[in-house]
């Protein structure tokens, strides 16, 4: 059974960073796109990044580029999102998911519950 | 950018729901797929390549449509499938459409 569980996600000031991290078991983790999906409160979903199986190719959503750094460590099976230079906008639960292959186009097969950010002064 | 309609749907159980999901732009092939996110969830993957149920998905789930006109069908409606329906385009963008809500009448 694929299981996906988010850690790092709390409090920060704007301008802050935070990172997240995602411990992935059950899959052949570096056979796996992966991607984070936020959701702010009571909004709908927002893909933001993604990141290859080898971890050699990334992709940013415009409202995030050059703040978020998706990153993959296969040896440990993580998946990993250094977000930098917070913005109240960004307040949201973090999902960590799984794309159904190594290359596109995949569709998200398996979600993690989410961990949450919440962006304050 | 998807658009789904309507926002909201109000239904009784054993109705059937139809939901609408609009791109602006056709995209190539059938990659849209659709989810189901109950309240304090994650999503859940129900339909992918516009028309493939995902494993362990019943029946009453449907998925059809191509071009920028699709649709998620769901027959019979069981207390369990009120639920936020989301749309994707995974073929391109990633972007989901605003979800429609169906809700018990």
């Known amino acids: 059974e694929v299981q996906l569980l988010e850690s790092g996600g709390g409090f920060v000031q704007p301008g802050g960073s935070l990172r997240l991290s995602c411990a992935a078991s059950?899959?052949?983790?570096?056979?796996?796109?992966m991607s984070w999906v936020r959701q702010a409160p009571g909004e709908g979903l927002d893909w933001i990044s993604a990141i290859s199986g080898g971890g050699d190719s990334t992709y940013y959503a415009d409202s995030v580029k050059g703040r978020f750094t998706i990153s993959r460590d296969n040896s440990k099976n993580t998946l990993y999102l250094q977000m930098d230079s917070l913005r109240a906008e960004d307040t949201a639960v973090y999902h960590c998911v799984k794309g159904s292959s190594e290359v596109r186009p995949y569709y998200f097969d398996h979600w993690g519950q989410g961990t949450l950010v919440t962006v304050s002064s | 950018l998807l658009t789904q309609s309507p926002g909201t749907l109000s239904l009784s159980p054993g109705e059937r729901a139809t939901l609408s999901c609009r791109a602006t732009?056709?995209?190539?092939?059938?990659?849209l797929a659709w989810y189901q996110q109950k309240p304090g969830q994650a999503p859940r993957l129900l339909i992918y390549g516009a028309s493939s149920r995902a494993t362990g998905i019943p029946d009453r789930f449907s998925g059809s449509g191509s071009g920028t006109d699709f649709t998620l069908t769901i027959n019979r409606l069981e207390p369990e499938d009120f639920a936020v329906y989301y749309c994707q385009e995974y073929g391109g963008s990633r972007t989901f459409g605003q979800g429609t809500r169906v809700e018990i009448k």
């Open positions: 059950g899959l052949t983790f570096s056979s796996c796109a």
């Open positions: 732009q056709s995209f190539s092939g059938s990659y």
